[in-house]
């Protein structure tokens, strides 16, 4: 059976979107956007303002927004690729949301995140928390931008 891939991602301002739209074009794989029920204002994007949502939500590790439609049903996957934008050294709390909501159980997760001013740091082992079962996890990546090159060099040593 060939490896079933799935590319997840969460993005605020388009570029990861556009990133991960890339990576499943290249390993021939599905694309989910991770969506938030109600969604993100560029007030509510202002890290700067400390009483903006995001500044709110990455403050809490508890928080949990809310997703706009169902969760995919990951059966039918092998791997699952997620991708997102770093908020404050880590994942946005709505991938969290996506994590716990899905079954990952045998999976193979391999994170990606895009980001203006810092790397991976924490980000990719922070997820682990997030997942319940038995699963392989690749290393993080930050891929800014849809390069072929890069993201195929990538696949080759995560897959």
């Known amino acids: ?26 390993c021939g794989g599905d694309f989910y956007e991770i969506r938030p029920k109600e969604p993100y204002t560029d007030a509510d994007l202002n890290w700067m303002d400390r009483r903006s949502r995001s500044t709110l939500e990455m403050k809490d590790p508890s928080a949990r927004p809310e997703l706009q439609g169902a969760l995919p049903d990951l059966d039918s996957y092998d791997t699952l690729i997620v991708g997102f934008p770093i908020w404050w050294g880590v994942a946005p709390r709505i991938v ?9 159980s045998g999976k193979t997760i391999l994170p990606f995140c895009t980001s203006g001013g810092s790397g991976v740091g924490r980000s990719d082992t922070e997820l682990h928390k997030n997942v319940r079962g038995s699963v392989r996890w690749g290393k993080g990546v930050q891929i800014n931008r849809p390069d072929e090159k890069e993201i195929r060099a990538w696949l080759k040593q995560a897959l």
């Open 1 to 26: 059976m060939a490896n079933r891939i799935l590319v997840a991602v969460f993005s605020a301002s388009g570029v990861t979107k556009r990133v991960g739209q890339e990576i499943a074009r290249i």
């Open 96 to 104: 969290e949301t996506f994590l716990e909501g899905c079954e990952l």
